[in-house]
């Protein structure tokens, strides 16, 4: 199993930044995937960015391209998303999520961090 602990989250006014840190625990090497999801009320859960453990290959979701910033540290199992010029719109929870090299699928979640962007 991989346990995934978020940090990070609070309320901030349009515009403003914010950084989430997830740190990753327990079989590691199982993993080859860090990402983040986010889900606002009322809504489903939609995946916002990714990166393999290389650093290599990174995917963002369209609306947040620009603004946020994928980053892992691979000797300390942990990964990171810098959130910039937030909108009120990117108020939701956010979850950390890991992929399994099985699988290839996130089977690893965290437990989430709120996140408020007021206007």
């Known amino acids: 199993q991989v346990q995934l602990v978020e940090s990070g989250g609070g309320l901030v006014q349009a515009g403003g930044s914010l950084r989430l840190s997830c740190a990753a625990s327990g079989r590691t090497f199982s993993i080859n995937a860090m990402g983040w999801f986010r889900q606002a009320p009322g809504k489903e859960r939609e995946f916002v960015a990714q990166i393999n453990w290389s650093g290599e290959i990174i995917y963002y979701v369209d609306s947040v391209k620009g603004r946020f910033t994928i980053s892992r540290d691979n000797t300390k199992n942990a990964v990171w998303l810098q959130m910039n010029s937030l909108k009120p719109e990117d108020t939701a929870v956010y979850y950390c999520?890991?992929?399994?090299?099985?699988?290839?699928?996130?089977?690893?979640w965290g437990q989430g961090t709120q996140v408020t962007v007021s206007s």
């Open positions: 999520a890991a992929r399994s090299a099985v699988t290839m699928r996130f089977a690893y």
